[in-house]
């Protein structure tokens, strides 16, 4: 079983910058084998897809009104993965979403990913 948690939300100012953090563990967890993403919710709204890297070291796919601002990344060795936020806007306040999936392709639908973690609040104000 793989759990994921992540950390590092908060409030920031609008143009502001933010690391949002994904912790991986468990047994049968190998960061070579997972495909990760960050998704994201903001209030009334459906969860949409944000940022993915591969497992297989491919270069990361991003949503088009994240695209220049957000950078997603891994550290293997430390089995997490990253979402740098910069220039962040009020419509990036959302809950951001960890999620994991085995040998997966890039994804934009929720139903490609396994394991979730359960969320780190983003508030940006204007």
């Known amino acids: 079983q793989v759990q994921l948690v992540e950390s590092g939300g908060g409030l920031v100012q609008a143009g502001g910058s933010l690391r949002v953090s994904c912790a991986a563990s468990g047994r049968t967890y190998s960061p070579n084998t997972y495909t990760m993403a960050w998704f994201r919710q903001a209030p009334g709204k459906e969860r949409e897809f944000v940022a993915a890297?591969?497992?297989?070291?491919?270069?990361?796919y991003y949503e088009d009104s994240v695209k220049g601002r957000f950078t997603i990344s891994r550290d293997n060795a430390k089995n997490t993965v990253y979402l740098q936020m910069n220039s962040l806007k009020p419509e990036d306040t959302a809950i951001y979403y960890c999620?994991?999936?085995?040998?997966?392709?890039?994804?934009?639908?929720?139903?490609?990913?396994?394991?979730w973690g359960q969320g780190t609040q983003v508030t940006v104000s204007s």
């Open positions: 999620a994991a999936s085995k040998y997966g392709s890039y994804n934009k639908q929720q139903t490609g990913y396994a394991t």
């Open positions: 890297i591969s497992w297989s070291g491919g270069a990361p």
